[in-house]
Nanobody
Framework: QAQLVESGGGLVQAGGSLRLSCAASGRTFSGYAMGWFRQAPGKEREFVATINWSGSRTDCADSVKGRFTISRDNAKNAVYLQMNSLKPEDTAVYYC?????????????????WGQGTQVTVSS
């Protein structure tokens, strides 16, 4: 069974940092684009960041650009989201996802595999 499992969420003060991890099992995702999405209460799922299959190209939402960094380690079948300078508006459940596209995408419909999510709460 292919599975993505997020970890690293928690409660942090504004201005702090968290590093989210997404561990894949059941199949290799080295040929897939990986993405991070988030969903806050009462809001639709929102694109955060994506990385192509090789890790050579990344794309981030304007709201997190300069603060968040997506990376991957294909040897470990894992993807990461380093979150710095966190703001209260970053509070959400964060999901990692995998999609069979080399370039990556901001569209959630391009991702066929999803983790269960990890809660990130940023207090002021």
């Amino acid at each position: 069974q292919a599975q993505l499992v997020e970890s690293g969420g928690g409660l942090v003060q504004a201005g702090g940092s968290l590093r989210l991890s997404c561990a894949a099992s059941g199949r290799t995702f080295s040929g897939y684009a990986m993405g991070w999405f988030r969903q806050a209460p009462g809001k639709e799922r929102e694109f955060v960041a994506t990385i192509n299959w090789s890790g050579s190209r990344t794309d981030c939402a304007d709201s997190v650009k300069g603060r968040f960094t997506i990376s991957r380690d294909n040897a470990k079948n894992a993807v990461y989201l380093q979150m710095n300078s966190l703001k209260p508006e970053d509070t959400a459940v964060y999901y990692c996802a995998a999609g069979r596209t080399a370039y990556g995408s901001r569209d959630y419909q391009d991702y066929g595999y999803w983790g269960q999510g990890t809660q990130v709460t940023v207090s002021s």
